[in-house]
């Protein structure tokens, strides 16, 4: 089976939900604690074996191509002011071996409009992952190496999997299940998936912002018609997809913090300055 190398990370919305701060500051360059929430996102997906990241970008977000750039001004800057600790901070080496593209989302269409302008950048019978930087999940493994390895399982699209209570399930895409007789070990047969379901929930387990695709899914993207919000939603794309292809689901270990919300951001915050050795200097 061939290895999943690419990864899509939608970042072109305007979060909203942070103005003022996110008039100047793309919502996914605000750190946690250091490090800007794309980066995590970024090194979970590098921690899988992704060795290209398409990033769907505002031509107005400037900061986050700056971000994974090189910048030789500033490196000579702090090798001169014998800064070299920052260097590797500042310029990962893990990074040097990653190809960074930009595909530019001109009018906030939604989620599923988003992933549609990386259609050139995958093949149609490719595995690629998608990541939403706004949910920040810690796990051993991570997400997207439990998603690769559930790919390996069952050659087939994955979603990442968690509870929610039910009057949460407003707020995300909600699955059903099929027979559980066709459980491949912890992977879940899933037969259908609807975005922001505001009455009778299909279940109350919801898709998080982690998910395994096949380049098939282009096709779908190209046929949905405004949904939820009046936003073309990768989860009809999903859907569709779902009645022709198989997709399983893992229910992933570990934390969830959805950093699109206020409160999810400060408590990410407040979890990685807790758990993680912090050099306060
Ligand atoms: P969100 O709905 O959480 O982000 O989309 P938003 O629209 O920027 O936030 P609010 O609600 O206005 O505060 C989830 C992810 O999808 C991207 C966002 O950048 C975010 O990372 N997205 C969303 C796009 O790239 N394009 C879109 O049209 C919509």
């Known amino acids: 089976m061939k290895h999943v190398t690419k990864a899509v990370l939608p970042v072109a919305g305007l979060g909203t939900r942070f103005l003022p701060a996110t008039k100047s500051i793309p919502k996914e360059m605000m750190p946690i604690v250091d490090t800007p929430l794309v980066e995590y996102a970024?090194?979970?997906a590098i921690e899988a074996g992704v060795k290209e990241i398409i990033f769907i970008t505002s031509p107005t977000?400037?900061?986050i191509e700056a971000h994974f750039s090189k910048n030789q001004e500033l490196e000579n800057l702090l090798k001169k002011s014998n800064k070299e600790s920052c260097i590797s901070k500042a310029f990962p080496k893990e990074f040097d071996e990653i190809t960074?593209?930009?595909?530019?989302?001109?009018?906030?269409?939604g989620l599923g409009h988003a992933v549609l302008q990386a259609n050139h950048l995958i093949d149609q019978d490719e595995f690629f992952l998608i990541l939403l930087a706004d949910d920040l999940l810690i796990?051993?493994?991570?997400?997207?190496?439990?998603?690769?390895?559930a790919h390996h399982k069952t050659s087939s699209s994955i979603l990442a999997l968690n509870k929610v209570s039910?009057?949460?399930t407003k707020k995300y895409g909600v699955i059903s299940f099929?027979?559980?007789?066709?459980?491949?070990?912890?992977?879940?047969?899933?037969?259908?998936?609807?975005?922001?379901?505001q009455t009778n929930p299909p279940s109350n387990i919801a898709v998080?912002?982690?998910?395994l695709l096949k380049g098939s899914i282009f096709n779908y993207l190209k046929n949905i018609k405004e949904g939820a919000q009046g936003e073309l939603q990768l989860t009809d794309a999903i859907n569709l997809a779902m009645q022709d292809n198989n997709f399983f689901g893992i229910e992933y270990e570990g934390i969830k913090f959805?950093?699109?919300?206020?409160?999810?951001?400060?408590?990410?915050?407040?979890h990685v300055a807790k758990t993680q050795k912090i050099n306060y200097e």
Do not use: M
Request: glycine residues 4%.
């Open 42 to 44: 970024v090194r979970e």
């Open 178 to 197: 099929k027979d559980k007789a066709s459980d491949i070990s912890n992977c879940k047969p899933l037969s259908a998936i609807v975005e922001k379901p």
């Open 166 to 168: 039910t009057e949460e």
């Open 208 to 211: 998080t912002g982690r998910y």
């Open 139 to 149: 796990n051993e493994p991570n997400v997207c190496k439990q998603l690769v390895e």
């Open 61 to 63: 977000k400037k900061a």
């Open 100 to 109: 960074f593209h930009y595909a530019y989302q001109y009018e906030q269409l």
């Open 258 to 270: 959805d950093c699109g919300s206020k409160e999810g951001f400060i408590r990410a915050n407040l």
